[in-house]
């Protein structure tokens, strides 16, 4: 009884197939890895964005009813876009800082297509909270830009983070102008 | 041992096969007909595919819907990114509501579903005499052997028999069940002037047609098939070195 | 044989909690097994395989599924079309349900065949039975799902059954619903429990797999173990031979999934619910026709039990009488092989079932309706008169001595082992 259960295991004994059977048991056994895996793959990419979701429309905005100075949030793939059209003096001063004062470096003519347009996803590149500035009313941060309430990160009015928590400059989407006062964003 | 393995496997066949038959059952028995997409190794045939969207778009569209097929899946019919835009921007659909609160009509996008042609059942029934057009995404799968019905159905308009009175706003139809259908003859020889400069017989346009609602119903169907050859060829190899496995472990126990 | 290992680790949590000792004694070389079990022995672990791979894809479904009236047809088609991989992880789950039914028919009628059921392994049986009625609840609620014309008359149709318990039948009914029809409380209410029963059968098949610990597999001689020479460890030699199974199993899984993924279903369910128009013909999934055809065979009032709750009655009291089964065979010897009229009998009822599968696929009309009737009459007759009398009439073939009997005869290890003196198993 023993024995049987040694030799069919796999261990020890001196039989003609004994190399054979290890092949065997080794193919049959990395075959059956394989195959496993090749079943878990799509299991695990069907919770990975759909075909459709993918394919979310692109937004199309209209700025011509955005004042200088004001600001507008729009949704795109479920997101909150910021557009503020800035002053010459925001510009300016999103201009005049020296690249070595920031976090992360960049200036902000990579960060716009028209100067006086910054569009921005308008999360947080923290913990993902939405910062306040964009109505009158709310803290703008030491920066004059946006501040966010969750941590504490301040950004500036080129949407660049200067001080707390925050790793990175808000994120600017692919969009382009289809004439002087629309834009597509996606 | 081996009369009960094939005897239980036979009443499994059977019982399989009952609901197969079941399903035949239904409606008038449809002839045969060989396609592109049929067998485990089908594909479909592009050239057809994109007459049957034309066919779809000329003829069908204007009373059926085809709510699950978005634009971008046309790629599956090898158009390009600007020629799917094309082709959705030929159809306007809802959007809103806009800063004003309202809603508006815009051009389709790739992204968009292939829009109603009614707004609703109630409308689409008052346009055409109280008959409802289905919506066709899914049309092939909805009917037993449903290429080849649909096939049939599209060109069997024939005389009717000449005991059967047909009321005014129906048609006779071979393969219609009941042979009664509201929908008139729909592909007119010469309906449509195929840009592949293929001739536009009804059988023609009836075959593309058909090929292109059932791509709407399964578009994955050639990803699957294509899959399947592999996963099987897979497991018959490691099947065969289970079975060998097995065969080893077991030499030494007596039977 | 008792689990032993150096390795510490596992030795630490052996002390603790005796888990590996646990499934060496469930799965592993420490479960003596009998060594003479045929292939049909693989189904109970092909049903439990079948199990596993609805519970992981109905899960993943169950993401991306909306349990609401006018959303659930359109995401089903949505993981159809747009959902990674969602077509296969759907016609998986779909056509799985298939192959559960079909394994666990054999599996069932393999119990018959070897008289499975009788002493000492009664409760492992009614408890085989109870996971077949949470299979079917949960196949039924499952079907309704996908919110299609079948889903929803199938729906409609097989509640409506409750209608014909007397007095509170209506009442009954609309609490089920949640409403005055099917509609979005009862799609809500199916989901929920389609989620949670499968749950309730894992558990239930613990228990079931626990009862057949106590006493071991049965065997085709339907003999008891006599000792060490009738068994081989679990591990490695049924491990490896469930394996092959799930290999055969998968390919032909693997075949209807990839080649015919809708053969088994119905067209009718690819049109959305419409609670103002039935279809021309509806019928239940291929493994609810047997239970179907009964359930249409009463077309008459029987005393003060009219036809409808008749006919409900015939249907469930199909699968109770199933529970009284080890006591409605009267017959000592458990396996067919020494039972040549029992053997016979049995080829008629895995037929009566086929037959009543097909009555079940077929409109209401002549001749099937009195076909059905016969049919369901056999199928009772065999278990209430039949089986009775056959434990009195018939005369069994003399049983084997014991499994290893026929090894004796020939040469080899283990027929040398086998001279060893017989004991009985604890």
């Known amino acids: 009884m023993a024995d049987i259960a040694k030799s069919a295991s796999g261990g020890g004994g001196e039989h003609d197939g004994e190399s054979r059977r290890d092949f065997l048991f080794l193919a049959a056994g990395a075959m059956g890895a394989v195959g496993a895996a090749a079943v878990v793959w799509p299991l695990i990419d069907s919770l990975n964005p759909a075909a459709d979701v993918l394919a979310l429309a692109s937004t199309e905005v209209d700025l011509s009813p955005v004042e200088v100075g004001q600001a507008i949030t729009v949704t795109w793939r479920g997101k909150p876009v910021f557009i503020r059209h800035r002053t010459e003096q925001e510009i300016e001063q999103a201009r005049s800082v020296p690249l070595d004062e920031l976090v992360d470096p960049a200036t902000d003519e990579s960060r716009v297509i028209e100067a006086p347009w910054l569009v921005m996803v308008g999360i947080c590149t923290h913990l993902g909270c939405v910062p306040l500035g964009q109505k009158p009313s709310e803290p703008k941060g030491d920066f004059g830009g946006w501040f966010c309430p969750c941590h504490g990160s301040h950004y500036d009015t080129s949407g660049r983070i200067r001080k707390g928590p925050a790793p990175l400059n808000l994120v600017v989407p692919e969009y382009a102008f289809d004439d002087e006062t629309t834009i597509t964003i996606g | 041992m081996r009369k009960p393995v094939l005897t239980l496997a036979f009443a499994a066949a059977l019982s399989l096969g009952g609901a197969g038959l079941a399903k035949a059952a239904e409606g008038v028995a449809v002839p045969d007909k060989d396609w592109a997409f049929e067998g485990i190794f089908g594909t479909f045939d592009t050239a057809s595919l994109q007459r049957g969207l034309q066919v779809y778009k000329n003829v ?24 799917i835009a094309a082709i959705a921007a030929d159809f306007m659909v809802e959007d809103g509501p806009n800063d004003e609160g309202e809603m508006f009509t815009r051009e389709a996008v790739a992204s968009d579903h292939w829009p109603s042609p009614f707004p609703n059942e109630q409308a689409a029934r008052v346009a055409n005499g109280g008959a409802y057009p289905p919506d066709l995404s899914l049309i092939v799968e909805a009917r037993a052997n449903g290429a080849d019905y649909l096939y049939h159905l599209l060109i069997g308009y024939t005389e009717p028999p000449a005991d059967m009175e047909v009321p005014p706003g129906q048609y006779y139809n071979e ?37 292109f609602l059932t791509w709407a119903a399964e578009p994955q169907l050639v990803a699957r098939k294509q899959m399947g050859i592999k996963v099987i060829l897979f497991l018959l190899v490691l099947t065969g070195l289970l079975y060998a496995v097995k065969r080893k472990v077991w030499s030494d126990v007596g039977h | 044989m008792a689990f032993q290992t150096n390795n510490p680790v596992i030795r630490w949590i052996e002390y603790r909690m005796p888990i590996f000792s646990f499934v060496d004694h469930s799965v592993g070389s420490g479960y003596p097994t009998p060594k003479n079990l045929n292939y049909f022995w693989n189904f109970g672990s092909l049903a439990g395989i079948a199990l596993v791979i609805m519970i992981v894809t109905g899960i993943l479904l169950a993401m991306q599924y909306t349990p609401h009236v006018d959303y659930a047809f359109a995401s089903v088609e949505r993981i159809m079309r747009d959902v990674n991989y969602g077509w296969l992880i759907r016609y998986i789950h779909m056509n799985g349900a298939s192959f559960f039914f079909i394994v666990v028919y054999i599996h069932i009628f393999r119990g018959l065949y070897y008289g499975s059921y009788k002493a000492p392994r009664e409760l492992l049986w009614m408890l085989g039975l109870v996971i077949l009625l949470l299979m079917m609840a949960t196949a039924f609620m499952g079907y309704v799902l996908p919110w299609g014309q079948m889903s929803f008359w199938g729906a409609t149709v097989i509640t409506n059954l409750f209608s014909a318990i007397p007095l509170v039948g209506e009442s009954i009914v609309t609490w089920l619903w949640g409403g005055f029809s099917v509609d979005n409380p009862t799609l809500n209410r199916f989901f929920a429990l389609h989620y949670l029963l499968p749950f ?82 509806i019928v239940p999934e291929w493994y609810f026709l047997p239970f179907y055809a009964m359930l ?32 409605l065979d009267s017959s000592p010897v458990r396996s067919s092989k020494f039972r040549p009229i029992y053997k016979q009998l049995f080829w008629v009822l895995v037929a009566d079932c086929i037959l009543l599968g097909y009555v079940g696929s077929q409109p209401p009309e002549a001749p099937w309706v009195l076909i059905g009737q016969l049919a369901t009459l056999y199928y009772f007759a065999h278990f209430l008169v039949l089986l009775p009398l056959l434990g009195k009439l018939e005369r069994p073939k003399p049983l084997p001595v014991s499994i290893s009997e026929p090894v004796l005869k020939g040469s080899g290890p283990v027929g040398a082992s086998a001279t060893a003196k017989p004991m009985e198993k604890a």
């Open chain 3, 200 to 281: 309730v059968i894992f558990g239930v098949v613990v228990l079931h797999i626990w009862a057949l610990h106590r006493f071991g597999s049965n065997n085709p001689l339907g003999i008891d173990v006599k000792g060490p020479q009738d068994t081989i460890p679990f591990h490695p030699y049924y491990t490896v031979k469930d394996y092959f199974g799930f290999g055969v199993f998968f390919i032909i899984f693997a075949a209807v999934i990839f080649f015919a993924p809708n053969y088994m279903g119905h067209p009718d369910n690819y049109i959305e619910a419409n609670a103002l128009q039935t279809p021309p013909h």
């Open chain 3, 296 to 327: 249409r065979a009463v077309t008459f009032d029987i005393w003060f039990i009219d036809a409808k709750l008749g006919g409900v009655i015939a249907m469930f009291g199909s699968i109770l009488i199933l529970f009284l089964l080890p006591w």
């Open chain 2, 60 to 83: 069908c569209a204007s009373c059926h819907g085809l709510r699950f097929v978005a634009f971008r899946n046309l790629a599956d019919l090898g158009y390009n990114e600007d020629e």
């Open chain 2, 175 to 211: 393969y219609f069940p009941g042979h009664l259908i509201s929908m008139p003859p729909p592909l007119v020889e010469g309906i449509v002037e195929y840009a592949d400069g293929t001739e536009a017989t009804t059988e023609q346009m009836a075959e593309d047609v058909t090929h």
